[in-house]
């Protein structure tokens, strides 16, 4: 059984640039879940995928956008990079969008300058 | 809303002593509970975690968590910590109309002295 995975595992940016991280899904997972660990802090949830469409949304700017393939693999895109947007980006994988254990990935840790 | 409270920033113990981390969380309706775990260098991972029936879980790595319900808490026990335990805890709730979306606490550091 493969866990999930993320690439890149480290990205460095400059301000005001666009970026698109990338996430695999555990084997028989069809639900992703993308959220941003600020350092020092607990992961916050910033949106979920399910079957191609998003399916909820935390408290982040309409810049975040994602998408999801048919493999349920998915990608992370974020347009105007701002410095506090400097974080571990991680993905979590889950067989539904009920609750269910979610797995997570190591993440990709993205630092702005 | 639903939001999660970690009482603890930094917990230092000896091997051997006691572990109690405190989880208070707010959502006005059911819930699901979970604490997950991060080892320096890892992944997150899963220690445990409550949907339903009896309030005490046991998780792996010889933790488990207590329910109750009337104080809206989830604080998880270990009787005798390792070296090994050394990482940072995260409690986690998902409200039952919010989807798969999880919570998190701020987390809390512990640190097990050899």
């Known amino acids: 059984e493969t866990g999930v995975t993320q690439s890149p595992t480290h990205l460095i940016k400059t301000r005001g640039q666009q970026v698109t991280l990338r996430c695999s899904s555990q084997s028989g997972h069809n639900t992703v879940s993308w959220y941003q660990q600020a350092l020092g802090q607990g992961p916050q949830f910033i949106f979920q995928?399910?079957?191609?469409?998003?399916?909820g949304r935390g408290n982040f700017p309409p810049r975040f956008s994602g998408l999801q393939f048919p493999n349920y693999s998915s990608e992370l895109n974020v347009n105007a990079l701002e410095l506090d947007d400097s974080a571990l980006y991680l993905c979590?994988?889950?067989?539904?969008?009920?609750?269910?254990?979610?797995?997570f990935g190591p993440g990709t840790r993205l630092t702005v300058t | 809303a639903q939001s999660v409270s970690q009482h603890n920033h930094h917990v230092i113990l000896s091997e051997a002593a006691s572990l109690e981390l405190g989880c208070n969380y707010s959502y006005g309706g059911t819930v699901n509970l979970f604490w997950y775990v991060q080892y320096p260098g890892q992944h997150l991972q899963l220690l445990l975690k409550y949907f339903s029936g009896d309030p005490l879980v046991k998780g792996i790595k010889g933790f488990e968590a207590e329910f109750i319900k009337s104080k809206f808490s989830f604080n998880l026990r270990k009787p005798s910590v390792q070296w090994s335990d050394t990482a940072e805890y995260f409690c986690a709730v998902n409200g039952h109309n919010a989807g798969n979306m999880l919570t998190f606490g701020g987390g809390t550091r512990l640190m097990v002295k050899p």
């Open positions: 979590a994988s889950s067989s539904g969008t009920g609750p269910y254990e979610q797995y």
């Open positions: 995928y399910y079957r191609e469409e998003e399916n």
